[in-house]
């Protein structure tokens, strides 16, 4: 399967007022066939600032946080990363985010406690692989100048929609090798959007 970014595509040909979906479909249409979007843009995924941080009354590792996640919006958040601290900016799974192992975050007690979201781990966003030395690590800080209720993955370099494509056999040659031509002969792109 080849994978086509938007972003990529946008560096050739201005689709920045393109609606993604109705343009898989055009180019679906257009006899290369697009299987799967894959977008990194979640509204319940959000750069968010922890404003507060204290210990939970009912454990040894968890703290509660306060988190500002943008609009005036303070979310309780119970987390147990070792690495939380007052003022970072870190990625927030808000309430109805469903992460991409299917988890839907939801509110909930945990020891006693409400709990409104999730500090995030690169490793919960299939960012980083499941090991011990990663979840060591907590929760990713963010830059300082992330700006509060963006999407985080514009600070990961991951703010895009991706296209996958399922290729005909007869449409490998001229679906895979754009990014070679291009380069090897610098042609100018020659691309119309149906």
């Known amino acids: 399967m080849a994978k086509i970014s938007t972003n990529w595509l946008n560096d050739y040909i201005d689709i ?112 980083e692989e499941d090991t011990e030395e990663n979840y060591k690590k907590g929760i990713y800080k963010l830059p300082d100048n992330a700006l509060v209720g963006a999407n985080p993955y514009i600070y990961l370099g991951l703010d895009d929609t991706v296209y996958n494509l399922d290729l005909n056999p007869n449409r490998v040659a001229d679906c895979t090798n754009h990014i070679y031509w291009h380069q090897q002969y610098k042609l100018p792109c020659q691309c119309q959007i149906p």
């Open 16 to 127: 920045s007022d393109e609606d993604l979906t109705l343009l898989a479909t055009k180019i679906t249409n257009a006899g290369v066939n697009i299987e799967t979007i894959e977008k990194y843009n979640d509204e319940n995924l959000v750069v968010g600032q922890v404003i507060d941080v204290k210990k939970h009354p009912n454990s040894d590792h968890l703290n509660l946080c306060s988190v500002d996640v943008g609009e005036g919006e303070i979310l309780k958040i119970v987390c147990g990363a070792p690495n939380v601290e007052k003022n970072m900016k870190a990625i927030v799974s808000k309430v109805g985010c469903i992460l991409p192992n299917g988890v839907e975050i939801r509110k909930s007690t945990i020891r006693g406690e409400e709990s409104e979201g999730m500090l995030c781990a690169l490793m919960e966003l299939n960012l």
